[in-house]
């Protein structure tokens, strides 16, 4: 399914949201439908995640400590796995890893299995903070597995200055021009204009997003590339001195290379794992995203991945002489909460992907 198909999929999905946007649902539901005893040997569990997104060797751990076979999928994108399980009543996936506003979307539609916490005791680990995003409140549908922001990735020693705004990578200064980039990725396209402007990362304005689109077409002309993949790389060879890069995926380890969030403000980004309502092993299921936040297992995505975890216990279990490479997997959560939780859009997602298409094209 192309982009702009699987947002026109997730626009029929928001209006089964309550009254505040959020799933039908205020609190964690209780496993009466579930069986706390079930012989989790018997389940066999099919996970879809991103390529290198956890542990290769966590399957046969967790068979080995749970005794539920498990088997890995994996989706390249957010659209490429809501495509699969919108495609049909049974994706045959148990659990999915999926961004914050598609875990609101699925949910929506009823795609989801409410999350029986007393089946899933590691809940505990999490930072209260993390019951508190826009797009589950109360973690009823999905449990967050990574959070972080948005800002600017750049070198200190060929920029020649600290840059602090958004305008620096849309209005850039001679010496920036043609070295430069920008995600491609739609929301986070928006996402530095959005900013600039004073606006929302959610906004549906049709006034407002006419004038992200202006500023966005203006700003293309001095670009290097819009590039969600190879910033760091640019950077590090120095064709490129300034990125628009998610907190993880600039590599700070390089000491020529730092990162900050602009002043007027960012996103608050989250990645989730999500159980679907068609799956026939709920209960391993469970069994699986307990697993992953128990502290020893979660700690391996901040310590390889470089994303922070929503996992307090997991944190701590870091080296501190990673914190100094990657400070920015020390902000503290009140700090990151600060950034605008990106959620879905409904009808208007489809209006987005036509302004980046329009945008990116040529």
Same mark, same amino acid.
């Given at each position: 399914m192309s982009v702009a198909a699987t947002a026109a999929v997730l626009a029929l999905l928001l209006p089964g949201c309550g009254a505040d946007g959020q799933p039908g649902g205020s609190g964690p539901a209780a496993s009466a439908s579930l069986?706390?005893?079930a012989d989790l040997r018997k389940q066999r569990l099919t996970v879809s995640n991103w390529d290198g997104y956890m542990p290769k060797d966590l399957p046969a751990r967790f068979e080995s400590a749970v005794g539920a076979p498990m088997t890995v999928a994996k989706h390249g994108t957010n659209e490429e796995i809501v495509a699969k399980l919108t495609a049909s009543a049974d994706s045959g996936i148990d659990v999915a890893f999926v961004?914050?506003?598609y875990a609101q979307a699925l949910a929506a539609q009823g795609l989801l299995e409410p999350i029986h916490h007393d089946l899933v005791p590691h809940l505990r680990n999490l930072d209260p903070l993390?019951?508190?995003l826009a797009h589950d409140k109360g973690n009823v549908y999905s449990v967050p597995y990574t959070w972080g922001t948005t800002g600017l990735c750049y070198r200190k020693d060929l920029l020649g200055y600290t840059p602090d705004s958004w305008n620096?990578?849309?209005k850039p200064r001679a010496a920036v021009k043609g070295r430069a980039t920008m995600l491609k990725t739609e929301r986070w396209l928006f996402?530095?204009?959005?900013k600039a402007l004073g606006y929302s990362v959610n906004t549906t304005d049709e006034q407002q997003l006419a004038r992200v689109k202006e500023l966005l077409l203006t700003a293309k002309d001095d670009l290097l590339a819009y590039d969600d993949t190879t910033f760091g790389d640019r950077l590090g060879s120095g064709e490129a001195v300034l990125a628009e890069a998610w907190d993880g995926w600039c590599p700070t380890d390089d000491k020529r290379i730092g990162f900050v969030v602009p002043k007027e403000g960012s996103d608050l980004w989250t990645d989730t794992m999500v159980i679907l309502k068609s799956s026939k092993n709920k209960e391993a299921a469970h069994a699986f995203i307990d697993y992953v936040l128990d502290a020893k297992v979660h700690s391996w995505v901040a310590s390889n991945i470089f994303y922070?975890?929503?996992?307090? %216990? %997991?944190m701590a279990e870091l080296d501190p002489a990673l914190l100094k490479s990657y400070p920015a997997l020390a902000m503290a959560p009140e700090q990151l909460l600060k950034g605008e939780s990106v959620v879905d859009l409904g009808d208007a997602a489809t209006a987005y992907t036509r302004i980046v298409t329009e945008v990116t094209a040529g």
């Open positions: 069986d706390p005893e961004s914050g506003q993390a019951a508190r620096d990578l849309l996402l530095p204009a959005q922070k975890v929503p996992n307090t %216990a %997991a």
